[in-house]
Structure formats: structure tokens, C-alpha cells
């Protein structure tokens, strides 16, 4: 007998293409996601900065060639020092650091995100954050496309002596723009500062150089197998202070100023990348000719400038920072009067960059590092303005086809839309209370340690999707069978019911997330042309996807479990045997 059975909502509709549309739709949105979250990561790994050719010579005029000097600029000595991934807190522990802060300058800053060591490096010798300098993650490969210190100092005739890791070579070509270079393979099961301080004194000893830079990397790598708070870093960071009083007493001749500042900080655990104060709360130290005495607030991007103008060198050119006024004992000449014309050309070509020539209508007024930060930020928010405008319609789309699925699985049954709501509530209550309470996790580069995790950590969260999506579609059979007085499961005639309602209750999560995913890419968009999106809700935006990809495993299995507690759940047997 082929009798109509009145399914959800009691009619005869072709009841089995609910449960494959269901299913077909699941596995659609799996598939989209996989693909946007490639594309997404990709774009930030390869964003193209439209900015490294940028020279501000169309509105401040051509700046002399560097090897012209700058009028009535003393050529000072500076020794540049770069401790990666030193934390604030632990470098009050350290002597060497603590002497240089008595004599001259105690410098807070804040780190441009993401706080990972390439793109940090880079905004230290050129002053330019990871949007303009285009390095955004440690897997930059190639040349740094924008001046440096380097270039700057070695164009302007300076003898110039790097000692660090190689990497140096690979990013800032060091042997080639500069006088000389000690330079030490990558090594994490070695302790290497001791050898690259060596190679800094070495370099030094005949003849000393005008400007010297040397990286230690070593306190980045306890952070890293250790973690921040751990005495084992505390234990590389009391090395550290003692090789770095090493090199401060070799190098100093009297008429030396210092700068040393890490390139991020780490967290307790270990991890940086994020925005954690731990990794971006950092600081500098300066002291020596041409420092004040003082304290001050900056950002990193502030930090080669000031070296430049404390130098008397141009800055570098891309660079958005300024020099730090409070700290600058003199203008060192015209070198801080320089710095502020190139600032002030960058900032008019960044905004003709973002807006076109028509943004520059008002921007006669410019007079402080505070107003050409505004004005490039009130760029920023114009241009995200008028792009978030076209994108609001996308963003409607993805809400009528969250409300049309709801209406949809309403119309048929309430009760199969109040359990698939349930089920997917305890989805999102599950997954979160995992990521957030039982890992200890955040919406932060920071979270994975090293590199290496990366793939471990994502399939990880795919893994818990995928079995958080199952527990949902558990949830929803069981909240069905309690709203009906006398449930009848699938054998008694409601089999593509039963079945569909694991895939309804997964495409209904999965559709929260992707109104989510819609949220981020009408703020920032699916590419990274112009502006890097916030990192938070870029980390964020990929999890998104991540679990909306695995959540098609969840759709299949789902099918099963709704059906196996239709099928055997005592109420439901009860209604069959009556
Ligand atoms: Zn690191």
C-alpha cells in the first residue's frame, strides 16, 4: 500500500527532495567555505602593498638625494639592537636595559598587527607597518620592497654593520647594501646571541662602524618552546642581559647612543602574532648623544625615524611614523625638520592612494604626527565606507536566506524548527565552551605557538565541528520526540522526515555561521587590496569558514543519528506499538 503519510506540516509533498535538498545545500555551503577560507588566507599570506612606491615627491617635492647630507646634521654613531620577541616585564629583570633607561629614555610601544617577527622587523628599519611594506606573515618570501635603515644609512655614505640570523640577508639584502655583515644559520637547539654578539664586536673592532644593527633571536625561541612566563625564558633573558652588556661595553665609545627594543613580546604560554598586550605592549631604550631624559609613549612604527633624525639621516621613505619628539634631546640639525616634510608626503600620497586626488581637498593644515595619523585613518574609514555601502546588499542576501530557511523548516513543522534552533544552539554553546574554556584559545594569531601547528590546529577545530554538529543533531531528535505527545519515529511512515532532520538542524548552523562570514566580508571584503582587515575578526572569519566546511560531515552523520533516535528512542517505540 502506498498510502500518503502526512509528514511535517501534513502534506504530501515529495518529501524525500526535502531531505536531498537539505543535504545538497549542506554539502554546497561545505564546499564554498573550503574554497573562500583558501582564498581568504591567501590574500592576506600574498597581499600586494600598493604602497612600496610610494615617495610623497608629487606634494612635498623631490627629498635631496641621501647622499646629500642633511643641513647642519651631526653625523652620530647608533647601535641599534633588536631582542626578538623580549617581553616588557622581563626586560626590567635585565641590567643591561635597565642602565640604558636611568641614562636616557623609557619608551612604551604598541606593535602593529599582526605581531609576527618578519613584518615586525621590517616596521622597525623602515617605519612602515605591514600594510604598506606588503611583509604580513613570516612566510614573505623575497626582497622587502620598501627603503630601510639599511638603504638609508649605506646611501648616505655610513659605514653600516649588521649581525643576526640570515633571514637578514633573504628580507633586507644586508651583504649587499651594506659595509658589513655577520651574519649566523638559524639554529633553535643552539644559543646563538653569544656568537652574533662575537660577530658584532668583530665587526666593529678594526674600524667602527657609523651604524650598527644586530638581532638576538634567542628569547624568541624559549618563548616559543616554553612559554613567556617560564623559567626557562627567564633563564635565556638573564643570558641575553649579560651578552648584551658585551656588546654595549665594546661598542661604546663615549659618543654612542643605543636603541634596544624587541620586535614583539610573547605570551605566558608562549605565541605572538596577536593582539595581546603581552605580545604588542612592548618598549624601546634609547641613550646616548641627542637622547632626553625621559619616558614616552610610541609605536614601533616611530622607532626608525627616531633613529634616523637621532642619527641625522633622511628617515626612510615609505615610513608612516614620525620621529618621537619627547625623546629627541635636539632637532639634530634640519634631520627632524626633514622627517616631518617626508611624513608629510607619504601621508598626501597615502590618502591620493586610498581616495584619489579628490580626497586631498582639505589638507593644507597639516601640523602635527597626530594630524597625519587621523588624516590617513579618516582615509581609511571613507573608503571602507562607501565599499561596506556596495557590499549591503550581500549582506541582505545572506539574512533573507537565513530567514527563508527558518520560514521554510517552520512551515512544514514548528516543532522540527524549535529542535533544529535547540540543536543548534547546543552547537554553538559546545563548540565555543571548547575553544574558549577547555582550550584556553582566542581569536589570535598568538594561538597557535609555532608555525607548525597551524595545520594541527585548524584540523583540530574542523574535528570539533564536525562532532559538536553530531551532539547538535542528537539534541534536535531528542527536543522532537519531547514536544509531541505521542511522537512516531520512522518506521512508522516518517522516514525522510527523520532523517532530514540531522541535515536541517546542520544547515541551520551552518547558515549562522555563514551570516557571520557575510558580517566580515562586508566590513573588509573577501580581497586584501588596500587595507588589511582587523586580525581579530580575520581569525575569527577563518574559523568561521573552517567550521562551516566541516560541518557537511556533520549534515551525513547527522541523517543517521536523528534517524537511529527516531527509530529507538521508548517513546517513539510506544507510539508504534500502540
Ligand atoms: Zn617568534
Same mark, same amino acid.
Given at each position: ?273 596577536? %593582539? ?7 618598549f624601546a631604550a634609547f641613550a646616548g648623544p641627542g637622547v632626553a631624559q625621559t619616558t614616552a609613549e610610541a609605536n614601533l612604527e616611530d622607532i626608525a625615524p627616531t633613529v634616523a633624525v637621532i642619527a641625522g639621516l633622511q628617515a626612510p621613505l615609505q615610513g608612516t611614523g614620525t620621529a618621537i619628539d619627547a625623546i629627541l634631546a635636539d632637532e639634530n640639525g634640519s634631520s627632524r625638520d626633514a622627517d616631518m616634510v617626508r611624513a608629510a608626503g607619504i601621508t598626501l600620497e597615502y590618502i591620493a592612494t586610498v581616495l584619489g586626488e579628490d580626497g586631498l581637498a582639505d589638507l593644507e593644515s597639516i601640523d602635527s604626527p597626530a594630524a597625519f595619523a ?35 523548516? %517552520? ?168
Open positions: 500500500m502506498n498510502k500518503p503519510v502526512r509528514g511535517w506540516g501534513g502534506t504530501t509533498w515529495p518529501r524525500w527532495s526535502i531531505l536531498v535538498a537539505l543535504v545538497v545545500l549542506s554539502l554546497g555551503a561545505s564546499y564554498g567555505a573550503y574554497t573562500l577560507a583558501g582564498y581568504s588566507w591567501d590574500q592576506v599570506v600574498s597581499y600586494q602593498s600598493p604602497y612600496t612606491t610610494m615617495s610623497g615627491i608629487d606634494y612635498v617635492g623631490a627629498r635631496p638625494n641621501l647622499d646629500v647630507a642633511v643641513p647642519n646634521a651631526e653625523a652620530r654613531r647608533v647601535v641599534l639592537i633588536v631582542i626578538d620577541g623580549l617581553r616588557d616585564d622581563a626586560s626590567r629583570t635585565m641590567d643591561s636595559i635597565n642602565a640604558l633607561r636611568e641614562q636616557g629614555a623609557d619608551v612604551s610601544l604598541t606593535v602593529p598587527q599582526p605581531s609576527l617577527s618578519y613584518p615586525t622587523w621590517t616596521t622597525i628599519l623602515t617605519g612602515a607597518p605591514q600594510q604598506i611594506s606588503g611583509v604580513t606573515t613570516n612566510w614573505y618570501e623575497g626582497r622587502v620592497p620598501v627603503e630601510t635603515l639599511f638603504d638609508v644609512a649605506a646611501g648616505s655614505g655610513r659605514s653600516v654593520a649588521v649581525a643576526g640570523p640570515v633571514d637578514l640577508e633573504a628580507l633586507y639584502g644586508v651583504s649587499e647594501v651594506t659595509s658589513a655583515t655577520a651574519l649566523t644559520e638559524w639554529d633553535d637547539a643552539t644559543y646563538m646571541s653569544d656568537d652574533i654578539v662575537d660577530g658584532a664586536l668583530a665587526l666593529n673592532a678594526s674600524s667602527p662602524a657609523n651604524f650598527t644593527f644586530v638581532l638576538l633571536p634567542d628569547v624568541d625561541v624559549a618563548g616559543h618552546a616554553y612559554g613567556g612566563a617560564s623559567d626557562e625564558y627567564a633563564a635565556t633573558v638573564a643570558k641575553i642581559d649579560d651578552d648584551l652588556a658585551r656588546l654595549i661595553a665594546g661598542l661604546d665609545d663615549g659618543s654612542t647612543t643605543f636603541v634596544v627594543l624587541p620586535d614583539h613580546g610573547h605570551t605566558d604560554t608562549g605565541g605572538h602574532g596577536g %593582539g595581546e598586550a603581552a605580545a604588542t605592549a612592548t587621523r588624516l590617513r585613518a579618516n582615509a581609511d574609514a571613507e573608503r571602507l565606507a562607501a565599499e561596506r555601502s556596495g557590499r549591503l546588499p550581500w549582506l541582505i542576501g545572506a539574512i533573507v536566506a537565513l530567514a527563508a530557511l527558518l520560514v521554510i523548516v %517552520g512551515v512544514r513543522s514548528w516543532r522540527a524548527l524549535v529542535a533544529s534552533i535547540s540543536g543548534a544552539a547546543v552547537y554553538f554553546g559546545l563548540y565555543n565552551a571548547l575553544f574558549f574554556l577547555a582550550h584556553d584559545y582566542a581569536w589570535s594569531l598568538s594561538t597557535f605557538n609555532e608555525e607548525s601547528q597551524v595545520s594541527a590546529f585548524f584540523n583540530g577545530r574542523m574535528l570539533e565541528a564536525a562532532g559538536c554538529g553530531i551532539i547538535a543533531c542528537a539534541v534536535a531528535a531528542l527536543v522532537y520526540v519531547a514536544l509531541r505527545r505521542q511522537p512516531r519515529g520512522p518506521h512508522s511512515g516518517y522516514l525522510p522526515e527523520w532523517l532530514a532532520l540531522g541535515p536541517a538542524t546542520i544547515l541551520l548552523t551552518q547558515l549562522v555561521l555563514a551570516l557571520q562570514v557575510a558580517i566580515f566580508v562586508w566590513q573588509w571584503g573577501a580581497s586584501v587590496v588596500w587595507i588589511l582587515p582587523n586580525m581579530q575578526d580575520a581569525f575569527k572569519y577563518d574559523l568561521d569558514l573552517i567550521q562551516l566546511t566541516a560541518l557537511a560531515a556533520a549534515a551525513l552523520l547527522g541523517a543517521g543519528i536523528t534517524w537511529a533516535i527516531g527509530r529507538l528512542h521508548p517513546r517513539t517505540r510506544k507510539a508504534a506499538s500502540q
